[in-house]
């Protein structure tokens, strides 16, 4: 999957969207466009989550850090959020003593390609 820039789609568009178009084709052109536009925007690659703002809707891990409410004073580590059980929780919560919880989330970066071992030269 490649994320779109929506920004750039609506400015290379700009003409198109701000139309009144007649014939059904056109119009079905702009209101896909439309459509595409509202769709909801992906988080871009190493930024930050606020668990706040939004958190993982599926159980696979991510990487999260772990601090105190008010200051960004703690660790990052990998968690998983599961969504799906009775209590949603991070694998984190009631682990830590001292008050520390979730902050911020994001997706793992995709792992490093394994070399044949043939290709060392």
């Not at 820039?5 to 209101?31: C, H, P, Q, R």
């Not at 850090?65 to 008010?70: I, K, L, R, S």
């Not at 004073?73 to 008050?99: A, K, M």
């Amino acid at each position: 999957m490649r994320p779109i820039d929506a920004d750039a789609l609506k400015e290379k568009f700009a003409e198109i969207l701000e139309s009144t178009y007649t014939d059904d084709y056109a119009k079905g052109y702009v209101n896909g466009l439309r459509a595409a536009l509202n769709m909801p925007t992906l988080t871009p690659p190493n930024k930050w989550v606020s668990v706040e703002e939004r958190l993982p809707t599926d159980e696979h891990p991510v990487l999260v850090f772990v601090g105190y409410a008010d200051t960004t004073t703690g660790f990052i580590t990998t968690s998983s959020y599961f969504c799906f059980d009775e209590n949603p929780h991070w694998q984190w919560d009631g682990l830590v003593r001292d008050e520390q919880r979730t902050l911020f989330w994001m997706p793992l970066p995709a792992p490093p390609e394994r070399r044949n071992s043939n290709e060392n030269n």
